[in-house]
């Protein structure tokens, strides 16, 4: 049990402990909501016990979805960032339409990002 060892211990112990109680506090509430984990509920609660995952198999599934959508968002936006680096007159026509979008330089809500059409 080195010291890394032990801090990866503690760290796996307390994302199981987080993606445990989101997973019992959406099931006891019967309402899935409209993302993946809710489309996983779901399709759980459709099926016959002997086609259903336990609990630590959802927890897994989750902990796979959350590294792999880490890793390829890091990946789109580096690759992003490089491009527009690369490309100075796309830089600016991308920073013109989100001036024009959004002038007040707050975040957008999520659901009007559709506007932007170059981003």
């Known amino acids: 049990p080195t010291r ?3 801090r990866t211990w503690q760290l796996d112990k307390l994302v199981t402990s987080k993606i445990s109680h989101i997973l019992k506090a959406r099931l006891a509430s019967s309402v899935y909501e ?3 984990l809710g489309q996983m509920l779901q399709l ?3 099926r016959s016990s002997a086609e259903t995952l336990s609990t630590q198999e959802m927890i897994g599934e989750c902990r796979t979805l959350f590294a792999a959508g ?3 968002s890091a990946s789109v936006i580096t690759w992003a960032m490089f491009l527009l ?3 100075p007159r796309w830089q600016e026509m ?4 989100v001036v024009r979008e ?3 330089h707050q975040l957008p809500p ?3 990002l559709g506007k932007l059409k170059l981003v």
């Open 70 to 72: 880490y890793e390829t």
């Open 102 to 104: 959004y002038p007040a």
């Open 85 to 87: 680096a690369s490309y």
């Open 94 to 97: 991308v920073r013109e339409e």
């Open 44 to 46: 759980q609660a459709c």
């Open 34 to 36: 409209d993302d993946l």
């Open 110 to 112: 999520v659901d009007t």
């Open 4 to 6: 890394r060892n032990r």
